[in-house]
Every structure is written in structure tokens, then in C-alpha cells.
């Protein structure tokens, strides 16, 4: 902008001294009248005195003396024509002296006439110089205004692209801290909710832990007040059996010592002694019979009397069995944590699976898990305790809480 303003500038400046600079036209010059006047007129003229006071017609040359036989003639007129005159008689003195007066007259008319054609010229001269003067002090004054009018026009220019470059770098220096200001708001907020989403994650987390270690020490709270009442159960049981069996063994002995006071007072009878025997248990088996003999064990039948499982034993075993097959368990991520798949396990009386694990009931993806981690982890360590009721427990129905996972 600036630069285009200095050119224009300058472009006017030079288009103002070049026609300052041009070639004036030649100044024209007034034109004088003149008179053409013949020889004769001339010499009636310069015969007057120049310091005469009146005019007198047919006036007569002022001769001092009269000549001597002196002719009367009349001055004949001047022929004008171009053609030289025949030679007169030699000129007398009068004559001379009239003739250096008219040249005399002549050149100083002609002196007069170029002076004051000199002072016209002069004057003319000076006029027209005068006035190229002045034509030239007003172009130059003209110049002079327009170049302090391109200097303003360049000067205002300046200001008003300073004025635009120092708005526009306020506007770029103002969107640019505007950015700043919003970048570093959302950078904040951005932050912000980092730290909001982490602290949720962390107090779902360690909410997570709480309950799943409240959950474990409560199982084992459970399993521990289970194996208590178990461990009383069976000492209770075995305190009763065996009040049982002193019991039973007080009654045989005081029947046997009724037996034998019954025997002392009655008399000796050999059949006594042969249904005494008969009424003893052997004191070892001598081997099971059928229609062929059968080596091998058998799991034992629906309809027989093997030991059975109190219902606080059952609950126990189960307890620990879940226990167990909830640390192998994984549940997939986005299932439903509040799914109870029911899962049939068959086992052996060492613990290991007797079949694969089958899902009958609950929320498939969670049982695939369980039955997955059921088969992960087998074998099952069975307490001693339960060996007795292996019937009870070799088939049963496993709960697995995803919630407790």
C-alpha cells in the first residue's frame, strides 16, 4: 500500500516538471505601425524648428543670409520610382548642410524609432518573462502542492495501513489468546473428566475389591462357622456313638454277668451252650455269595443303606466345593453379574471328575464360564470325613454366584 501510494506520488511529481520543462512557445510580439514617408515629406518636416511654437502652412526654410544669384525654384516633387536619377550639378553648401540635417534627422528618428521599438520589445520581453515566471512559480507552486499532496495522501496511506496492520495483528493477537484461552479450558475440563472417570474407575475398583473380599471373608466366615458345626456335629456324633457303644457294651456286659449268674444258679445244660453260639456274630466275614462271583466294586445302589448326609453335612461339602471352583471360574467381560447358573457335577471318590460338567439351568454365557472352570480345577481334594456318604455326594448340583466372581 505504501509503496503504491510513493509511486503514484512520484508519478505526478514527474508529470508536473515535464510540462514545467517543456519548450514554451516564442512570445508574440505586438505589432507597431508604421507610416511610410517619402524624401520630400521628410525634408518639409525638418525644416521646421523643433522648438517652434505654431505650425505654419506652406512654411519656408530659415536661411540666415541670402545667397547670391540665388534661384528662386520651387522644390520640385520626388519621382517615386526605382530608377537611379541622372548626376545634377554638384550640390552647393546650402544644399549639404540641408542634407546632413535631413540624415541627421533621419538617424536620429531612426535612433528614436529602434529605441522605443527596443523599449517595447523590452517590455515585451519582460512581460512575457514576467509572466513565464509566474506561469512557471504557479507550476512549480502546483508541483510543490502536489507533491505535499501525494506526501499526505502517502503519509495518511501509511497511517491508515499502520492503523490496518496494528488492527489486524489486535484481532490475530486477540483470536489467538481467545484459543489459547479455549484450548486450555477444554485441556481443563478434558482433565477434569480424566480425573472424574479415573476416580469412578478407582472407587469402582476398590468398591469391587471391598465387596469381593467382604464376599471371600464372609464365605470363609461361612465355611469356617460350617466346618465348626461340622467338627461339632461329628464330635457330638462320635461322643454319641461312642456313649452308644459303651452303652451297648454296659448292656452286654451286665447281660452277659445276668448270663453267667443265671448260668450259676441253673444246672450245666449242653443245649445252652449251642444257641449261645448261635446267637454270636461271627468274627469274620467269610465272603458275599450269588450266581457268580463278582470281583469288582460297584458304586453302590439307590436302595441301599449306606450312611446318609445330614443335611448341615451336605451343605458344608457343598460350601466347599463351590469354594473351590469359584477361584477357577472367570467370568467374560459384560456378562450379567447377577446370573446363578446351575451346573451337574459327577464325581469320583478321589475328587476327579466321574463325567464333563453339564449346564442345566441359569444364564448360558456364565455356566459355559463355570462348566469351563469346574474341569480347569479338577481334582477335588474330598475331606475323609465324607468318604462314609459317597452315595450322597458322587452326583449333585453346583450353584455359581457371578456376582461373587
Same mark, same amino acid.
Given at each position: 500500500?505504501?509503496?503504491?501510494?510513493?509511486?503514484?506520488?512520484?508519478?505526478?511529481?514527474?508529470?508536473?516538471?515535464?510540462?514545467?520543462?517543456?519548450?514554451q512557445f516564442a512570445d508574440h510580439e505586438e505589432a507597431i505601425p508604421v507610416d511610410f514617408v517619402s524624401e520630400s515629406d521628410l525634408r518639409q518636416m525638418t525644416r521646421g524648428e523643433r522648438d517652434a511654437k505654431t505650425v505654419v502652412a506652406n512654411a519656408q526654410r530659415k536661411v540666415d543670409r541670402a545667397a547670391e544669384n540665388a534661384e528662386r525654384k520651387q522644390d520640385a516633387p520626388l519621382a517615386?520610382?526605382?530608377?537611379?536619377?541622372?548626376?545634377?550639378?554638384?550640390?552647393?553648401?546650402?544644399?549639404?548642410? @540641408?542634407?546632413?540635417?535631413?540624415? $541627421? =534627422? #533621419?538617424? !536620429? +528618428? /531612426?535612433?528614436?524609432? %529602434?529605441? *522605443?521599438? &527596443?523599449?517595447?520589445?523590452?517590455?515585451?520581453?519582460?512581460?512575457?518573462?514576467?509572466?513565464?515566471?509566474?506561469?512557471?512559480?504557479?507550476?512549480?507552486e502546483r508541483a510543490r502542492q502536489a507533491a505535499a499532496a501525494a506526501a499526505e495522501q502517502a503519509?495518511?496511506?501509511?497511517?491508515?495501513?499502520?492503523?490496518?496492520?496494528?488492527?489486524?495483528?489486535?484481532?490475530?493477537?486477540?483470536?489467538?489468546?481467545?484459543?489459547?484461552?479455549?484450548?486450555?479450558?477444554?485441556?481443563?475440563?478434558?482433565?477434569?473428566e480424566k480425573a472424574r472417570r479415573e476416580a469412578e474407575a478407582q472407587a469402582l475398583h476398590e468398591k469391587i475389591a471391598r465387596e469381593k473380599q467382604e464376599a471371600e471373608e464372609r464365605k470363609a466366615a461361612e465355611a469356617e462357622k460350617a466346618r465348626k458345626a461340622?467338627?461339632?456335629?461329628?464330635? @457330638?456324633?462320635?461322643?454319641?456313638? $461312642? =456313649? #452308644?457303644? !459303651? +452303652? /451297648?457294651?454296659?448292656? %452286654?456286659? *451286665?447281660? &452277659?454277668?445276668?448270663?453267667?449268674?443265671?448260668?450259676?444258679?441253673?444246672?450245666?445244660?449242653?443245649?445252652?451252650?449251642?444257641?449261645l453260639l448261635a446267637n454270636k456274630q461271627p468274627a469274620q466275614s467269610t465272603g458275599s455269595t450269588g450266581a457268580q462271583p463278582q470281583r469288582q466294586a460297584s458304586l453302590g445302589s439307590p436302595t441301599s443303606s449306606a450312611p446318609k448326609l445330614s443335611p448341615s453335612d451336605r451343605e458344608s461339602l457343598i460350601g466347599y466345593l463351590q469354594a473351590k471352583m469359584r477361584d477357577c471360574v472367570s467370568v467374560p467381560p459384560g456378562s450379567n453379574r447377577n446370573a446363578r447358573p446351575e451346573i451337574r457335577v459327577l464325581l469320583t471318590r478321589d475328587g476327579a471328575l466321574a463325567a464333563p460338567p453339564a449346564l442345566v439351568g441359569g444364564d448360558r454365557a456364565v455356566g459355559e464360564a463355570a462348566v469351563r472352570g469346574i474341569r480347569a480345577c479338577a481334582p477335588y481334594k474330598i475331606p475323609d470325613r465324607f468318604m462314609a456318604q459317597y452315595e450322597e455326594w458322587r452326583s449333585m448340583i453346583i450353584t455359581i454366584d457371578a456376582s461373587d466372581l
Open positions: 500500500m505504501i509503496f503504491s501510494s510513493v509511486a503514484h506520488a512520484a508519478l505526478f511529481v514527474v508529470l508536473f516538471v515535464g510540462f514545467s520543462s517543456a519548450k517615386q520610382r526605382d530608377v537611379e536619377a541622372p548626376a545634377g550639378p554638384p550640390p552647393s553648401n546650402e544644399k549639404a548642410e @540641408a542634407e546632413a540635417a535631413d540624415k $541627421k =534627422a #533621419a538617424e !536620429e +528618428k /531612426a535612433r528614436a524609432d %529602434a529605441e *522605443a521599438r &527596443a523599449k517595447v520589445e523590452a517590455e515585451v520581453k519582460a512581460k512575457a518573462a514576467a509572466e513565464s515566471a509566474a506561469r512557471a512559480a504557479e507550476q512549480a503519509r495518511q496511506d501509511k497511517a491508515r495501513q499502520e492503523a490496518a496492520q496494528k488492527a489486524a495483528e489486535e484481532q490475530e493477537r486477540k483470536e489467538a489468546e481467545e484459543l489459547r484461552q479455549r484450548r486450555a479450558e477444554e485441556a481443563k475440563k478434558a482433565a477434569a461340622a467338627e461339632a456335629k461329628r464330635m @457330638a456324633d462320635e461322643r454319641a456313638k $461312642k =456313649a #452308644a457303644e !459303651e +452303652k /451297648a457294651k454296659r448292656e %452286654a456286659e *451286665a447281660k &452277659a454277668a445276668a448270663a453267667r449268674r443265671q448260668a450259676e444258679q441253673k444246672p450245666f445244660n449242653p443245649t445252652d451252650i449251642a444257641t
